[in-house]
């Protein structure tokens, strides 16, 4: 079982940034791929942008530019840095890791954007 705790959500104005974190249980954390996802309300949940244990990463085209994901494995920590944040971007934001049939979700963090 691993388990992710996620921080540094809050309230933002437009154009502001924030840093997400999340901590990880396991101690192998570094074979999990690691993701941020986000949902907002009625909507479905959706990828933020993802990182494999090599660093390789990946980003919806709306963050693209905008939100650089991250990783450090000594703190078994995966971050999200979010910039020129836009209303759109409000959503409660949630950490994943998964490898195989290994797949857990933290209990997510509020980010809302104000314009």
């Known amino acids: 079982q691993v388990q992710l705790v996620e921080s540094g959500g809050g309230l933002v104005q437009a154009g502001g940034s924030l840093r997400l974190s999340c901590v990880a249980s396991a101690n192998i954390f570094t074979m999990y791929v690691m993701g941020w996802y986000r949902q907002a309300p009625g909507n479905q949940r959706e990828l933020v942008a993802a990182?494999?244990?090599?660093?390789?990463?990946s980003y919806a085209d709306s963050v693209k530019d905008r939100f650089t994901i991250s990783r450090d494995n000594a703190k078994k920590t995966v971050y999200v840095q979010m910039n020129s944040l836009k209303a759109e971007d409000t959503a409660v934001y949630y950490c994943?890791?998964?490898?195989?049939?290994?797949?857990?979700w933290g209990q997510g963090t509020q980010v809302t954007v104000s314009s």
């Open positions: 990182i494999t244990s090599s660093g390789s990463t």
């Open positions: 994943r890791a998964f490898r195989g049939q290994y797949d857990f």
